[in-house]
């Protein structure tokens, strides 16, 4: 069973700022929140991750709650390529076994 | 420095044949990952390899499916006697070390999309 729950689109602006949200309540102690996208046609790239602390770098932030049961990615300023499938994923399973369930992501239509 | 490779790039089988799907880890890198995607899908995870060694299997679809790591480079997924429902672009991903904690970023290759007619 998928450990994250995200909507199945959204839309943004061109310019605007965007938060995807993420649903984990089964989240446990040790797991990292993962966040990948997916362009049209290309392979998963990593975004951001984190454990308990707010992230930031380059490309995005990565805002997480006090309780751990649920994180926003936050994109500052969408442009037209940030268009993608975001997927917000948490390692799976017990120590030794590393499954990551990607789920289908939320899909992000950026207007021009 | 050289990314995920994957090959083929696109394979075309016939229902019944079997077919091999070569990944190219980043060098160095000690844990690889097999994923599925569907067309409109997402992705399923399918199995993963800490050096040589899979430890857990149960990802595969069925026991026409079946993959193997060596050198701690090179994997290879096998998918015997072809079904039309295996059609789909099978991902390939590395990380310098198991998922869950720090440097464990995935590298995805481009994929192999494969047809089964």
């Known amino acids: 069973d998928a450990k994250t729950t995200q909507p199945n689109s959204m839309e943004s602006n061109e310019e605007e700022p965007v938060h995807l949200p993420c649903n984990h309540s089964?989240?446990?102690?040790?797991?990292?929140i993962h966040w990948y996208r997916q362009l049209p046609s290309q392979g998963p790239e990593y975004v951001i991750h984190?454990?308990?602390s707010n992230v930031n770098n380059r490309m995005a932030s990565l805002a997480i709650a006090e309780d751990r049961k649920s994180s926003t990615l936050i994109l500052h300023r969408a442009t037209l390529r940030d268009a993608a499938v975001y997927y917000c994923?948490?390692?799976?399973?017990?120590?030794?076994?590393?499954?990551?369930?990607f789920g289908t992501g939320t899909r992000l239509k950026v207007l021009a | 420095g050289a990314g995920v490779s994957q090959s083929p790039s696109n394979k075309v089988t016939e229902k019944g044949k079997d077919v091999e799907l070569r990944c190219d880890p980043i060098?160095?890198?000690?844990?690889l990952y097999w994923y599925r995607q569907r067309l409109g899908q997402g992705l399923e995870f399918l199995i993963y390899?800490?050096?040589?060694?899979?430890?857990?299997k149960s990802g595969l679809p069925s026991d026409r499916f079946s993959a193997e790591r060596t050198g701690e480079s090179v994997s290879t997924l096998t998918i015997q006697r072809t079904q039309q429902e295996d059609s789909a672009v099978y991902l390939c991903?590395?990380?310098?070390?198991?998922?869950?904690?720090?440097?464990?970023?995935?590298?995805f290759g481009p994929g192999t999309r494969l047809t089964v007619l």
């Open positions: 984190g454990l308990t």
């Open positions: 994923i948490l390692r799976d399973g017990f120590a030794g076994t590393y499954k990551y369930i």
């Open positions: 390899f800490q050096g040589n060694s899979a430890p857990d």
């Open positions: 089964t989240i446990s102690g040790t797991d990292y």
């Open positions: 060098s160095g890198h000690t844990a």
């Open positions: 991903a590395s990380s310098l070390a198991l998922a869950g904690g720090k440097n464990n970023e995935q590298f």
